[in-house]
C-alpha cells in the first residue's frame, strides 16, 4: 500500500508570494493533518481535514489555509510569505478522524529568501 | 504554553546499551500517546503508542511506560543498534476531538555509537 505522498518536495520563494503544496493520503484515509516542522518551535499543527471540512485549526494566521477533496487529497496554501515560514510541511493521515494513529509523509521543504 | 516537555534533548548511548527517553504532559485530557522517529530527510514515523488504560505496551525492542498520575511516559529501547539513532518525538493527543491535533515534544536527537 503506498503511503502519504507530498509534492513538491523542495521549493524556493520570495516573501510576499504564495505556495501550494499538495498531498495524497493512504488509500482509504479520510483524514489528512497539517503540521509545520521548524528548529525552533518544533513540529506544529496547522490543521485537519476529513471528509472535506476542516475539523481543528491549529495556532497559526490566516495566511495558511487548506482544503480538502472528494477523493481525500488535500492542499495548503500559504499566501504573502514571509522568511519565518521556512520549515518542513508535513502531511499526515489517518483512517479516521481522531483515531490517534496518523501516519507522516516526507514533506515539503520550503524556503523563502 | 509548552504542554509536552520531552528529555533529553540529546543522547548518546553505546551499542547494547539501553536508551531512555521521557516526556511530561500537561493536560490530563490527553488519551493517546504516540512515539514518532524521525530519520534525516524523512518524515516522522510512528513507532509505538500507548493509551492510558494501560501502564506499559511493549513492541520488539521498543517499550512505552505510562505513569498517569505523574502525567510521564518514557520510551525505553533495549540492545540499542546504530540503526536506532535517530530523532524521536513524543506526542499526545485527545482522541475525541481536540483543537490541538498531536502535540509534539521538542524531540531526542539519539545517538548510538558502534
Known amino acids: 500500500k503506498a503511503g502519504v505522498t507530498q509534492t513538491p518536495r523542495y521549493l524556493i520563494k520570495t516573501r510576499g508570494q504564495q505556495v501550494t503544496l499538495s498531498c495524497s493520503p493512504i488509500?482509504?484515509?479520510?483524514?489528512v493533518s497539517w503540521y509545520q516542522q521548524t528548529p525552533g518551535q518544533g513540529l506544529q499543527f496547522l490543521f485537519e481535514?476529513?471528509?472535506?471540512?476542516?475539523?481543528n485549526k491549529g495556532n497559526f494566521p490566516g495566511r495558511f489555509s487548506g482544503r480538502q477533496f472528494s477523493n481525500s487529497r488535500s492542499e495548503m496554501n500559504v499566501s504573502t510569505l514571509e522568511l519565518g515560514d521556512s520549515a518542513l510541511y508535513l502531511c499526515?493521515?489517518?483512517?479516521?478522524?481522531?483515531?490517534?494513529?496518523?501516519?507522516f509523509g516526507e514533506g515539503s521543504r520550503l524556503t523563502v529568501l | 504554553q509548552q504542554q509536552v516537555k520531552q528529555s533529553p534533548q540529546s543522547l548518546i548511548v553505546q551499542k547494547g546499551g539501553i536508551s531512555i527517553i521521557n516526556c511530561a504532559y500537561e493536560?490530563?485530557?490527553?488519551?493517546?500517546f504516540p512515539w514518532y522517529q524521525q530519520f534525516p530527510g524523512k518524515g516522522p514515523a510512528l513507532l509505538i503508542a500507548?493509551?492510558?488504560?494501560?501502564s506499559e505496551k511493549k513492541e520488539g525492542r521498543f517499550t512505552i511506560s505510562f505513569n498517569k498520575s505523574a502525567k510521564q511516559f518514557s520510551l525505553h529501547i533495549m540492545d540499542s543498534q546504530p540503526g536506532d539513532s535517530a530523532t524521536y518525538f513524543c506526542?499526545?493527543?485527545?482522541?475525541?476531538?481536540?483543537?490541538?491535533?498531536?502535540?509534539f515534544g521538542k524531540g531526542t536527537h539519539l545517538i548510538i555509537q558502534p
Open positions: 506526542a499526545a493527543m485527545f482522541s475525541g476531538g481536540g483543537a490541538d491535533g498531536l502535540t
Open positions: 488509500s482509504g484515509h479520510r483524514s
Open positions: 499526515a493521515s489517518g483512517l479516521e478522524s481522531w483515531a490517534g494513529e496518523l501516519f
Open positions: 493536560n490530563t485530557a490527553f488519551d493517546y
Open positions: 481535514y476529513f471528509s472535506e471540512t476542516q475539523r
Open positions: 500507548i493509551r492510558p488504560d494501560v
